[in-house]
Structures are given as structure tokens and as C-alpha cells.
């Protein structure tokens, strides 16, 4: 027992106890939230999680994004529950045959130090990953217990993204759906083979099943609501999965079939692509990283599959397994489909208007609904808020064709190339929680 004195101060026991175990947390989340900046999956778009009475809200428009020069959120205190892993994954920082400080957060710690953080406005919610700390049921534990006592002890309603951990018992899967707003499990590598190779303790199978289950579940908390407004939501901003890419040999063809194959099955909100970062076994691994544009890529071949009704198959076929790295995806795709183009932006379907590259969904949208108005120009196209250096190429509008559609496909693709070059991801690295550099710290921690 430790004394407190008449003038209530702590006794130099307590109190040095007390500051080494502040300074154990402060090394702890040194370690656990520079373990988690690899992975890429958390925004917080699509919550609904309303504040009621407590702390935070996660209706969209209450939660601000930060976003890297490379496209991570930083908004959410990204962290570990441990880096402790029993799992050997090859292209793994926390694999337990890698070297490097270890650390696991309690439960207690974890929910405080969330709220701190809110409280000094650093974060606006949480994304919480972890390693497998001795089983993956144990690890979910610890998980539910850390989000059980933010939401229901400090009353924390801000958006939270966990990550499922493959194996874990659905009983277990189901009580942190019911936690938090975002579920994902991560698909790892693209393809079985890979999976065998760099992840042996992983199965297809272990990382399928929880996704299903999410997604089941997803639809029964749905008809629940439906009968009754008061049923508990379970993961109401979906689910979604985190690949790895360029540390396993498939194409970009084969990601893509992947990709929209989990979105038709498991109804997810996001596939984040991860380029692979050399930090695991070197023997087993690419010496080099791929570079950050595959991944912009990849993520621009996402989007067309979940907005612009693409195909991965339309998208990328046998003959052409990679993505272009110096054209985007629609502008290489309409290249290669010239019978498709010019598309009179006058009479074509909202389906036609939406594959002319430099026309976005919303900017199509308002197409269709001004040309009933009048007949729309390139100059009225701009202001609809077309790319037309872009879209000049394809669209055909009231007066004519612009000259850019009489050029040769040589001349418009060097046109395109100049007009699709990305500035400034031919480099780029993970961000770090302590990073010293000014524009990378969180509001001076
Ligand atoms: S299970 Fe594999 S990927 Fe996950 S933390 Fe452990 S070693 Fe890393």
C-alpha cells in the first residue's frame, strides 16, 4: 500500500511508478503506432455513428480526413494492440522471427490513451490493428475489451476501425462488429500460392470465412433495423480488406479479376492496395519495392470498377496483364477502343458519358441533366467540370469535334501522357506518428 499525505500529494513511490509508467506508454505507442503505419486500410468514410450525450461523432460530415502525400489517413490514431506476433509472415515487420523492439498494450491503456487524444484534439477516432499475440482469440480479447471500455466506460462514439483477426471464433468476430464501425480482414497477398509461400500460418479459408460472416451478419443487422430502429448495428460503415502488392509475382490482371471478385461476394466498401515495403525476410522477397505508382494505379482501376461500371476483364485483359504506368486506366482503356469514341455528349446513356476519360460521376451526371436544357459546347462541358484536355480526345459536343480528335492515336496518347503524369509519386515513404519532420506531426505531441 502507498501512503497519500495530509496535503494530498502522492508519495515519491507512487508518483515515480506512476511516471515510469507513463513512459512505458509513450514507448509503447512509439512502437505499436510505427508497426501500424504499414497498413494502408483505414478512412472513415460512410459512418453514421451519431454522439449521444457521449464523446465524438462519426456522421460523415463530423469526421475530418487527413490525408498523406501518398494517400494514408492520418486522421485516426493509428496504432497495434501488440506487435507481438507468433504469426511468420516473409514480408512482416512484426513476424517473430524478426528483430526489433516488442511491446502490447493493456486494454486500460489503449482506452485512455484514446481518449486523451481525442480530448486534445489530435484524433478523431480510432484504427485499431494488431499482431497475434499468443492465439487469435486471445488477441481479440484484448481488442474487444480496449473498444468495450471506450464506448461503454469514457462513452466514446467516434468512429472506430478494427481489424479482424483470421481464426478468431465468429462469437468473438461478432462482438467487435458490434464495437466498432468498420470491420476489415486482411486478404494479405493476391493469390493462394503467394499466400502459402509468404504467410504459412494463413489460410484462404481462415480469411474468407470471417469476411463472410461480416457480411452476413451486415445483411441480417440491416433487416433487424428495418423491424426494429433500436436493433444493434453491427460494422455500419461495412467492411473492408488490405493487399499487398508487388511483394508476390501476380499481375496487375489477376489483382484486378481478385478485386471485384470480393466486392460482387463480400460486399465491400474498400480494397486498399498496399506496395510492398522492404522490411521483411529478404530472401523471400523482392529486394526492391514497386514503385508508389502501381499502387496510384491500382487504386484509379479500383474506381472504375466501383463507379464507372468497368470490368476488371474490360479493364485489363490476357494480352496486357499490367497497368499502364503512364496513362491512367479509362485513358488507356478508350486508347485501346477507338470504335467506342467519339461519344456525342448530346444523346449518349449516362453508361457511354461516364467512359470518356475526364469525365467523372458527378460531372456526368450533371450532363445529362443540363443538355435538356441546351445543347452543351466544350466550353459548357468545363464548366460542368470536365477535364477536357482529357476529354476533348473523346467527346463529341454541339458545334463539332475539337482538332484534338483528328490527331493520330501516337499524338493523342503523347498528349495523354503529359496530361495523366502523376507529380510526385515516383517516391514517397510511410508515414511515422513521431516523425520529426514539422508537417508531419500531430498538432505537437
Ligand atoms: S500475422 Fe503475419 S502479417 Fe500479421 S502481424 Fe503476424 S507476422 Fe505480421
Redesign the pocket.
Known amino acids: 500500500m502507498f501512503a497519500i499525505c495530509s496535503k494530498g500529494c502522492y508519495n515519491g513511490r507512487r508518483r515515480r511508478r506512476r511516471e515510469a509508467e507513463e513512459v512505458d506508454i509513450w514507448k509503447k505507442l512509439a512502437i505499436l503506432s510505427d508497426a501500424a503505419k504499414y497498413d494502408a486500410a483505414c478512412t472513415s468514410s460512410g459512418a453514421s455513428r451519431r454522439g449521444t450525450g457521449g464523446l465524438g461523432n462519426a456522421v460523415s460530415c463530423g469526421i475530418c480526413h487527413s490525408f498523406a502525400a501518398d494517400g494514408r489517413c492520418i486522421a485516426l490514431l493509428k496504432v497495434l494492440m501488440s506487435n507481438a506476433?507468433v504469426?511468420?509472415?516473409r514480408y512482416?515487420q512484426?513476424?517473430c522471427s524478426a528483430d526489433g523492439p516488442r511491446a502490447t498494450f493493456t486494454p486500460e491503456e489503449l482506452a485512455e490513451l484514446t481518449i486523451s487524444f481525442y480530448r486534445r484534439n489530435y484524433i478523431e477516432g480510432l484504427f485499431l490493428s494488431s499482431?497475434?499475440v499468443r492465439s487469435p482469440d486471445y488477441t481479440m480479447e484484448l481488442m474487444i475489451d480496449a473498444l468495450a471500455r471506450l464506448r461503454h466506460e469514457h462513452g466514446f462514439h467516434g468512429y472506430i476501425h478494427a481489424k479482424a483477426i483470421p481464426g478468431a471464433s465468429p462469437a468473438l468476430v461478432e462482438r467487435l462488429g458490434l464495437l466498432a464501425d468498420r470491420l476489415s480482414v486482411n486478404i494479405e497477398l493476391p493469390s493462394e500460392a503467394s499466400l502459402r509461400r509468404l504467410?504459412p500460418h494463413k489460410t484462404k479459408a481462415s480469411i474468407l470465412a470471417p469476411m463472410a460472416q461480416i457480411r452476413d451478419r451486415a445483411v441480417q443487422g440491416e433487416r433487424e433495423l428495418a423491424l426494429y430502429r433500436g436493433a444493434p448495428r453491427f460494422a455500419p460503415a461495412g467492411q473492408s480488406t488490405q493487399m499487398i502488392v508487388g511483394a508476390s509475382p501476380e499481375t496487375d490482371a489477376q489483382i484486378l479479376r481478385l478485386t471485384q471478385g470480393l466486392y460482387r461476394k463480400y460486399r465491400l466498401r474498400r480494397v486498399f492496395y498496399s506496395a510492398y515495403i522492404p522490411v521483411g525476410d529478404a530472401r523471400a522477397l523482392p529486394v526492391k519495392a514497386p514503385p508508389l505508382l502501381r499502387e496510384h494505379r491500382l487504386y484509379q482501376a479500383d474506381w472504375l470498377l466501383r463507379f464507372y461500371g468497368f470490368t476488371a476483364e474490360e479493364i485489363l485483359d490476357g494480352a496486357e496483364p499490367m497497368l499502364d504506368p503512364r496513362l491512367d486506366p479509362k485513358c488507356a482503356w478508350a486508347l485501346r477502343h477507338p470504335e467506342r469514341f467519339p461519344v456525342d455528349v448530346n444523346r449518349a446513356p449516362l453508361e457511354e458519358i461516364l467512359r470518356i476519360p475526364g469525365v467523372g460521376v458527378r460531372t456526368a451526371r450533371r450532363i445529362v441533366s443540363a443538355r435538356r436544357e441546351a445543347p452543351l459546347t466544350f466550353e459548357g462541358l468545363k464548366k460542368l467540370g470536365a477535364v477536357t484536355r482529357r476529354a476533348q480526345f473523346f467527346a463529341a459536343c454541339a458545334g463539332g469535334v475539337q482538332p484534338g480528335l483528328r490527331a493520330g492515336r501516337e499524338a493523342v496518347c503523347s498528349q495523354l501522357t503529359a496530361a495523366c503524369r502523376v507529380p510526385g509519386l515516383t517516391g514517397g515513404e510511410q508515414l511515422s506518428l513521431f516523425d520529426q519532420r514539422p508537417q508531419l506531426l500531430l498538432g505537437g505531441i
Open positions: 506476433c504469426g511468420d509472415c512482416c512484426s513476424r499482431a497475434i504467410a
